[in-house]
T-cell receptor, first 116, second 111 residues
């Protein structure tokens, strides 16, 4: 299994530009999560989907952030317009089950975003 | 709200030393508990888990026991190696698949 795939691995952009991060979850997993990791705030859950439907987006920082999951094998996280404080590592994770207490989340390698 | 508190790092040890990383949690229900590890430049990987009180999770020489009385899930290893140098995250899950993570503890092992 290829694991969770994220692209790009690194993104450098200027303030005000649109940024799109992509994620391909593990085949057969029906939950998908977007996290942001910074030194100051640690690991934060931004949004998660079950069966392609957004369930909890309370962690999305503001309207500049949006996420979509058009099908079971693809999700995007978009920032428009980007700001320097958005600089962070963004992780995507997927999980094989919706309910139960033992399901594990599998993380992708992350996208390191730098906004100048 | 639900939260996880980990000991602050970095923790610096010599090879073959005993490791303990403390983790305590606050939750209104009976969560499942996890330890994840993040190696430099990589995503998080599940290290071990426990789903009910008194369960012991173990993997790669690491162990943690779910203690409901003390709301703790401390990570231990009897003899650390340089390759164990990483960031360790304690996490809990109450419902669905949403995880609440601690701040992470950096472990540095010197040869």
């Amino acid at each position: 299994d290829a694991g969770v795939i994220q692209s790009p691995r690194h993104e450098v952009t200027e303030m005000g530009q649109e940024v799109t991060l992509r994620c391909k979850p593990i085949s057969g997993h029906n939950s998908l999560f977007w996290y942001r990791q910074t030194m100051m705030r640690g690991l934060e859950l931004l949004i998660y989907f079950n069966n392609n439907v957004p369930i909890d987006d309370s962690g999305m920082p503001e309207d500049r952030f949006s996420a979509k999951m058009p099908n079971a094998s693809f999700s995007t996280l978009k920032i428009q317009p980007s700001e320097p404080r958005d600089s962070a590592v963004y992780f995507c994770a997927s999980s094989p089950t919706v309910t139960g207490t033992g399901a594990e989340q599998y993380f992708g390698p992350g996208t390191r975003l730098t906004v100048t | 709200g639900d939260s996880v508190t980990q000991m602050e790092g970095p923790v610096t040890l010599s090879e073959e030393a005993f490791l303990t990383i403390n983790c305590t949690y606050t939750a209104t229900g009976y969560p499942s508990l996890f330890w994840y590890v993040q190696y430099p430049g990589e995503g998080l990987q599940l290290l071990l888990k426990a789903t009910k009180a008194d369960d012991k999770g173990s993997n790669k020489g690491f162990e943690a026991t779910y203690r409901k009385e003390t709301t703790s899930f401390h990570l231990e290893k009897g003899s650390v190696q340089v390759s164990d140098s990483a960031v360790y995250f304690c996490a809990l899950r109450l419902y669905g698949n949403k995880l609440v993570f601690g701040a992470g503890t950096i472990l540095r092992v010197k040869s």
